[in-house]
């Protein structure tokens, strides 16, 4: 094993022998425990018997600081980087990476053949692997664990997830052989306070030694305006004074608002969380950051760096978060007020986290925190080394009582749920490579199938629950010994009976009331109506007083037997829910003619190595000709409409369209409608838009307009413009690297990307 300077804990020392004796392994352990070190001891191993280790992470900003931390301990001529914007030294012992490079890497497209870029690969470290839960990008992670080469040792790093066996045990049976190192060993422990409003100058240990609720707290009392309620404020402030007292900063302080982070910074600037000395070190790394980028010169959050504090949330500039975390790594920020994407694994070591509420807005109404995200961002107190005691504080509010608060901190945390997902790209890229059979092998290889037992449970237990009912119902005890179809069919006969009587009256009546006697066949129906009443009265349940709870029950079953083929065919469709969506995207192409006698067509081959929300649509788009007498400027706009997922109404922005994107957006209207009646057909839920808000920005972006004449023309945060640049950038550098695409249409690309990344949207 490596040496490492400083003695390992068990979990390490137990990690990288498994890692030494040539197995995979899946090392499950809390925020700041040490996952780090494994890797390390992989990259050594690599290093020391001349072997590559690709290191992937699920966001570029991880991988940056990933790339900046090795390049700083084992050489920057080690060290590559490859993102969706960024390829450097790709042929480096060490490359770092995001997910889905890697994901797209083992599909052979775009970058070469698997063979070439997997040569001399031995280790591959998955960080973060407990990304498998995002709904969007699940998926990656568990495409990566099923075509990554049986030859190459995986290392899984995971924050504390409830069935990390679960996963070791589909890793080792989809790839090789796998260990679990799984731990809750936390090397800097966490306490636990309460701020309690009517106590302002005190944090309340939020349990006793024995683990239960401190009886001291009490419930915050909800207060009304004009009959609602709300929240008290001002409350930020008593927190931040409270902690800095109690030497317990510096601090995240986790807010799920971006409008609340820098609401709570401009409140706490008034109490000045830094000396001199440390004011004057802030202004020196401030002064020679903006003399390096210009363009935050005029940022309105530069005064509220110089009071120690500041807000980090994704509406703002890229690089202004950078320079806020180097402040906060070296111990200049006092106070950083974060949403919860702070959370996910950028090196901002804190002593002390606050979350300032149990609860959070989703898009379908307040929720609590799951056990797992309250884990990730409490785990973010408390520094190795430099702390003896990582503290984390929750705000009382009057949406959450004391004893829910407890009852998540004592919470294990949520299992991995599968995301993995068919989309029409990996579709055809298995169709590459596989026949439909070897294809459907890999499909049911997903920890998704794997694992759907945990997710037809509910499902069989509903079921049992039915057949109980059913049992209960077909043990109805009828003294006459009569079964269900004799009763059914004597109630056929009363329900005609009684259906004939009410006839016959009306016919009498009517003849009555004309003077006319009955005709014969009135006669005769009347007479039928007698032997209908006859053959009741031969039947015992005429005169049974359990008749109408026999009949009850009878109607209760039936309601069972129902729900049960319901369920039975709901149980199928679970268990091949993966492949029967791959065929559902397979069906599509097949129309189309993108597939045929199951192989991608030229066009099939295009669309494969696109990489979006939907590829079908943005190839539908391509081969329609719509782009290809674009201006750079007009060809991003309309890229920028299809790959803006903000739910704002269509084409909602207060400038107005040029005529010529307007008209193509227009048309592309009618390719989503065709699409959108196919996928329909064949039960396909892919997503289509057509969102123009952010169009006419980055058309003036890319006419030479300044950053500042951008921003000003709407009410947003700069952080959501640069992203949906930066998608845009995505989209077209595809454009440029992808078969079939008109050379006219890969020369605008190239220049809108060239237009679109300058300051401040080519800083990662």
Not at 235 to 263: G, W
Not at 562 to 576: A, N, P
Not at 587 to 595: C, S
Not at 631 to 647: G, K
């Given at each position: 094993?490596?040496?490492?300077?400083?003695?390992?804990?068990?979990?390490?020392?137990?990690?990288?022998?498994?890692?030494?004796?040539?197995?995979?392994?899946?090392?499950?352990?809390?925020?700041?425990?040490?996952?780090?070190?494994?890797?390390?001891?992989?990259?050594?191993?690599?290093?020391?018997?001349?072997?590559?280790?690709?290191?992937?992470?699920?966001?570029?900003?991880?991988?940056?600081?990933?790339?900046?931390?090795?390049?700083?301990?084992?050489?920057?001529?080690?060290?590559?980087?490859?993102?969706?914007?960024?390829?450097?030294?790709?042929?480096?012992?060490?490359?770092?990476?995001?997910?889905?490079?890697?994901?797209?890497?083992?599909?052979?497209?775009?970058?070469?053949?698997?063979?070439?870029?997997?040569?001399?690969?031995?280790?591959?470290?998955?960080?973060e692997v407990h990304y498998m839960n995002d709904e969007q990008r699940g998926t990656v992670w568990?495409?990566?664990?099923?075509?990554?080469?049986?030859?190459?040792?995986?290392?899984?790093?995971?924050?504390?997830?409830?069935?990390?066996?679960?996963?070791?045990?589909?890793?080792?049976?989809?790839?090789?052989?796998?260990?679990?190192?799984?731990?809750?060993?936390?090397?800097?422990?966490?306490?636990?306070?309460?701020?309690?409003?009517?106590?302002?100058?005190?944090?309340?240990?939020?349990?006793?030694?024995?683990?239960?609720?401190?009886?001291?707290?009490?419930?915050?009392?909800?207060?009304?305006?004009?009959?609602?309620?709300?929240?008290?404020?001002?409350?930020?402030?008593?927190?931040?004074?409270?902690?800095?007292?109690?030497?317990?900063?510096?601090?995240?302080?986790?807010?799920?608002?971006?409008?609340?982070?820098?609401?709570?910074?401009?409140?706490?600037?008034?109490?000045?969380?830094?000396?001199?000395?440390?004011?004057?070190?802030?202004?020196?790394?401030?002064?020679?950051?903006?003399?390096?980028?210009?363009?935050?010169?005029?940022?309105?959050?530069?005064?509220?760096?110089?009071?120690?504090?500041?807000?980090?949330?994704?509406?703002?500039?890229?690089?202004?978060?950078?320079?806020?975390?180097?402040?906060?790594?070296?111990?200049?920020?006092?106070?950083?007020?974060?949403?919860?994407?702070?959370?996910?694994?950028?090196?901002?070591?804190?002593?002390?986290?606050?979350?300032?509420?149990?609860?959070?807005?989703?898009?379908?109404?307040?929720?609590?925190?799951?056990?797992?995200?309250?884990?990730?961002?409490?785990?973010?107190?408390?520094?190795?080394?430099?702390?003896?005691?990582?503290?984390?504080?929750?705000?009382?509010?009057?949406?959450?009582?004391?004893?829910?608060?407890?009852?998540?901190?004592?919470?294990?945390?949520?299992?991995?749920?599968?995301?993995?997902?068919?989309?029409?790209?990996?579709?055809?890229?298995?169709?590459?490579?596989?026949?439909?059979?070897?294809?459907?092998?890999?499909?049911?290889?997903?920890?998704?199938?794997?694992?759907?037992?945990?997710?037809?449970?509910?499902?069989l237990a509903l079921k049992n629950f039915n057949q109980e009912k059913i049992d209960e119902c077909?043990?109805?005890?009828?003294?006459?010994?009569?079964?269900?179809?004799?009763?059914?069919?004597?109630?056929?006969?009363?329900?005609?009976?009684?259906?004939?009587?009410?006839?016959?009256?009306?016919?009498?009546?009517?003849?009555?009331?004309?003077?006319?006697?009955?005709?014969?066949?009135?006669?005769?129906?009347?007479?039928?109506?007698?032997?209908?009443?006859?053959?009741?009265?031969?039947?015992?349940?005429?005169?049974?007083?359990?008749?109408?709870?026999?009949?009850?029950?009878?109607?209760?079953?039936?309601?069972?037997?129902?729900?049960?083929?319901?369920?039975?065919?709901?149980?199928?469709?679970?268990?091949?829910?993966?492949?029967?969506?791959?065929?559902?995207?397979?069906?599509?192409?097949?129309?189309?003619?993108?597939?045929?006698?199951?192989?991608?067509?030229?066009?099939?081959?295009?669309?494969?190595?696109?990489?979006?929300?939907?590829?079908?649509?943005?190839?539908?788009?391509?081969?329609?000709?719509?782009?290809?007498?674009?201006?750079?400027?007009?060809?991003?706009?309309?890229?920028?409409?299809?790959?803006?997922?903000?739910?704002?109404?269509?084409?909602?922005?207060?400038?107005?369209?040029?005529?010529?994107?307007?008209?193509?957006?227009?048309?592309?209207?009618?390719?989503?409608?065709?699409?959108?009646?196919?996928?329909?057909?064949?039960?396909?839920?892919?997503?289509?838009?057509?969102?123009?808000?952010?169009?006419?920005?980055?058309?003036?972006?890319?006419?030479?307009?300044?950053?500042?004449?951008?921003?000003?023309?709407?009410?947003?945060?700069?952080?959501?413009?640069?992203?949906?640049?930066?998608?845009?950038?995505?989209?077209?550098?595809?454009?440029?690297?992808?078969?079939?695409?008109?050379?006219?249409?890969?020369?605008?690309?190239?220049?809108a990307i060239d237009k679109i990344q300058r300051s401040p949207i080519d800083i990662d």
């Open positions: 094993m490596y040496e490492f300077p400083f003695e390992l804990d068990d979990f390490q020392k137990e990690a990288c022998n498994y890692i030494s004796e040539g197995k995979s392994v899946v090392v499950c352990a809390p925020t700041g425990a040490g996952k780090t070190v494994i890797a390390q001891h992989a990259i050594h191993c690599a290093l020391e018997k001349g072997q590559r280790v690709f290191y992937t992470t699920p966001l570029k900003a991880l991988s940056n600081q990933k790339f900046s931390d090795f390049s700083e301990k084992y050489g920057a001529d080690k060290v590559g980087l490859l993102t969706g914007d960024t390829s450097f030294n790709r042929g480096a012992q060490i490359v770092v990476m995001t997910t889905e490079v890697f994901r797209n890497m083992l599909y052979g497209t775009n970058f070469g053949s698997v063979t070439d870029n997997l040569k001399d690969v031995k280790y591959v470290i998955l960080d568990e495409e990566s664990i099923i075509y990554c080469p049986t030859n190459v040792q995986i290392i899984a790093l995971s924050a504390t997830v409830a069935n990390a066996d679960k996963l070791t045990e589909w890793i080792n049976t989809v790839h090789s052989k796998t260990e679990l190192v799984n731990t809750d060993f936390r090397p800097v422990p966490l306490r636990f306070f309460y701020f309690d409003s009517s106590q302002p100058n005190n944090l309340l240990p939020l349990l006793t030694p024995s683990g239960q609720l401190n009886k001291k707290i009490k419930p915050e009392k909800k207060e009304f305006k004009r009959g609602k309620p709300v929240q008290k404020r001002g409350v930020v402030k008593d927190v931040v004074r409270n902690l800095h007292e109690r030497d317990m900063l510096p601090a995240i302080y986790f807010t799920f608002s971006r409008k609340k982070c820098d609401e709570q910074m401009e409140k706490c600037a008034e109490l000045c969380l830094v000396t001199p000395k440390e004011q004057a070190q802030i202004k020196e790394i401030v002064d020679e950051y903006i003399a390096e980028n210009p363009y935050l010169y005029k940022n309105k959050h530069i005064e509220y760096l110089m009071q120690g504090v500041a807000s980090h949330h994704a509406g703002l500039l890229p690089g202004w978060k950078v320079l806020v975390e180097k402040l906060f790594q070296k111990g200049l920020i006092k106070v950083v007020f974060a949403t919860e994407t702070l959370a996910a694994g950028i090196n901002m070591p804190a002593r002390s986290t606050v979350i300032s509420s149990i609860s959070k807005r989703t898009d379908s109404g307040h929720r609590i925190l799951t056990p797992s995200e309250f884990l990730q961002m409490s785990g973010r107190a408390g520094r190795r080394g430099m702390d003896e005691i990582g503290y984390v504080t929750i705000i009382g509010t009057a949406f959450q009582s004391p004893e829910e608060v407890a009852e998540l901190v004592l919470s294990d945390a949520n299992p991995l749920e599968s995301k993995f997902s068919p989309s029409y790209s990996m579709v055809l890229n298995l169709l590459q490579r596989f026949s439909l059979e070897e294809a459907k092998e890999l499909v049911l290889k997903s920890f998704g199938y794997f694992s759907s037992n945990s997710r037809i449970e509910p499902l077909n043990s109805f005890n009828c003294w006459c010994k009569r079964t269900n179809e004799d009763l059914l069919e004597y109630n056929k006969i009363r329900d005609l009976y009684v259906q004939n009587r009410k006839t016959f009256k009306v016919i009498q009546k009517q003849e009555k009331k004309k003077n006319r006697p009955l005709s014969s066949e009135a006669v005769e129906f009347g007479e039928k109506t007698k032997d209908l009443l006859n053959k009741m009265h031969s039947y015992q349940c005429d005169t049974c007083k359990l008749f109408k709870k026999h009949m009850k029950t009878i109607d209760v079953l039936m309601r069972y037997n129902s729900k049960q083929k319901q369920l039975d065919k709901e149980i199928e469709k679970q268990k091949d829910i993966f492949w029967n969506k791959f065929l559902s995207h397979r069906a599509v192409l097949m129309d189309y003619g993108y597939i045929k006698d199951d192989y991608p067509t030229k066009e099939g081959i295009t669309i494969s190595q696109l990489r979006s929300e939907n590829e079908l649509f943005l190839a539908r788009i391509i081969f329609s000709g719509l782009l290809d007498n674009l201006t750079p400027a007009e060809l991003a706009s309309v890229i920028c409409a299809i790959t803006t997922e903000d739910l704002r109404a269509d084409f909602y922005s207060q400038i107005p369209f040029t005529t010529t994107v307007r008209k193509t957006l227009n048309k592309i209207k009618d390719i989503r409608r065709d699409l959108d009646k196919k996928q329909k057909d064949h039960d396909v839920e892919d997503p289509m838009y057509i969102n123009g808000f952010y169009s006419p920005l980055i058309e003036m972006w890319v006419n030479d307009a300044e950053w500042d004449d951008i921003i000003d023309q709407i009410d947003m945060g700069e952080g959501d413009i640069v992203r949906s640049f930066k998608r845009v950038v995505d989209v077209l550098r595809q454009f440029c690297t992808i078969e079939n695409v008109p050379e006219s249409l890969v020369f605008t690309a190239r220049e």
